[in-house]
């Protein structure tokens, strides 16, 4: 098939596609509607909800603690297949926090009309199925728009080796990251070290794409923390280093030994730095 042709049938799938996309429903079903319920008429149906185990109790705990109605969505809800009162179709987390919390004795519920279990339960696998759930990336921005103490650390300590918090994934330009979770978990380390660390990466790969991701940047701060290398050493080793050649030998050691890439990385580059130091012995 000449290319012309290729071309113009990829355009009309695209366009096809987008189309498709645009379609608005046509059965839009019963209206919901929103109703404060008294806590006692509120139940669960196990036979498709999911059992409640140790970490789900964890979160119940956790939501009880945290109870804040600004915080709040209203829970599911749909009328009693043959008997009085509602089953939850989405929100039993939030429901038995709510049974547990002494100052509330009735909840805001989305009830919908879907009459009996089969409704509810394809209700339930929809409302579960099609949700986005949020990334840590959109946490750390939402914390930092919040004024929380850490992330506004974590965006300091960026900005100040002149590095950028994407708000999104896919490639990353040079001098940008989006492993703000990583670095949350290296200020125990020290936020001075993860300065100094993303200032190496910068001052030798800047100029790069797609660099600035947790592995680098983990292993580049347990270097800088350590007191037998030093940040000399690391900055040198990182001088002109081809870092696919690195991370091709980490991929190679973690296979064979286990473990994460960020330490595979970071043993690949202490072996280079002790290597290093040997030779200028």
Same mark, same amino acid.
């Given at each position: 098939?000449?290319l012309? @042709?290729v071309?113009?049938?990829?355009?009309? #799938?695209?366009? @096809?596609?987008?189309?498709?996309a645009? *379609? @608005?429903?046509?059965?839009?079903?019963?209206?919901?509607?929103?109703?404060?319920l008294p /806590?006692?008429?509120l139940?669960?149906?196990?036979? !498709?909800q999911?059992?409640?185990?140790?970490?789900?109790?964890?979160?119940?705990?956790?939501?009880?603690?945290?109870?804040?109605?600004?915080? !709040? *969505?209203?829970?599911?809800?749909?009328?009693?297949?043959?008997?009085?009162?509602?089953?939850?179709?989405?929100? *039993?987390?939030? /429901?038995?926090?709510?049974?547990k919390h002494? /100052?509330?004795d009735?909840?805001p519920c !989305?009830?919908?009309d879907?009459?009996?279990? #089969?409704? %509810?339960a394809?209700?339930?696998?929809?409302?579960?199925a099609?949700? $986005?759930?949020?990334?840590? /990336? %959109?946490?750390?921005?939402?914390a930092y728009?919040?004024?929380e103490?850490?992330?506004?650390?974590?965006?300091?300590?960026?900005?100040?080796a002149?590095?950028? $918090?994407?708000?999104s994934?896919g490639?990353?330009?040079?001098k940008?990251?989006?492993?703000?979770?990583?670095?949350?978990?290296l200020l125990k380390?020290g936020?001075?070290?993860?300065?100094?660390a993303l200032?190496?990466l910068?001052?030798?790969?800047?100029?790069?794409?797609?660099?600035?991701?947790?592995?680098? $940047? !983990?292993?580049?701060?347990?270097?800088? @923390?350590?007191?037998?290398?030093?940040?000399?050493?690391?900055?040198?080793?990182?001088?002109?280093?081809d870092?696919? *050649?690195?991370?091709?030998?980490?991929?190679?050691?973690r296979?064979?030994?286990?473990?994460?890439m960020?330490?595979?990385?970071l #043993?690949?580059?202490?072996?280079r730095?002790e290597?290093?130091l040997?030779?200028?012995?």
């Open positions: 098939m000449p012309s @042709a071309k113009e049938k990829l355009a009309g #799938a695209a366009l @096809a596609s987008k189309t498709k645009e *379609q @608005a429903s046509t059965d839009l079903g019963p209206s919901p509607r929103l109703e404060w /806590l006692e008429r139940s669960v149906d196990r036979r !498709y999911r059992e409640m185990g140790k970490d789900n109790w964890a979160h119940v705990h956790r939501i009880l603690r945290e109870w804040n109605w600004l915080h !709040y *969505q209203p829970i599911v809800v749909a009328p009693k297949e043959g008997g009085e009162g509602y089953v939850v179709v989405d929100g *039993q987390h939030r /429901l038995e926090a709510a049974k002494p /100052l509330i009735r909840l !989305y009830v919908v879907a009459v009996d279990v #089969a409704q %509810q394809r209700a339930f696998v929809a409302l579960n099609r949700r $986005i759930g949020v990334t840590r /990336l %959109q946490r750390f921005w939402a728009a919040a004024g103490p850490t992330a506004k650390r974590i965006h300091r300590i960026c900005s100040e002149g590095v950028t $918090i994407t708000k994934g490639v990353l330009p040079p940008t990251t989006f492993a703000t979770f990583t670095i949350e978990k380390v936020g001075t070290h993860v300065t100094t200032k190496i910068a001052r030798t790969h800047g100029d790069k794409p797609d660099v600035f991701k947790s592995a680098w $940047i !983990y292993a580049l701060t347990q270097l800088v @923390a350590t007191k037998d290398i030093g940040c000399a050493r690391v900055s040198h080793t990182m001088t002109g280093l870092l696919d *050649q690195v991370a091709a030998a980490a991929r190679s050691a296979a064979k030994e286990g473990g994460t960020e330490k595979a990385v #043993a690949e580059l202490r072996r730095c290597a290093a040997r030779r200028a012995a």
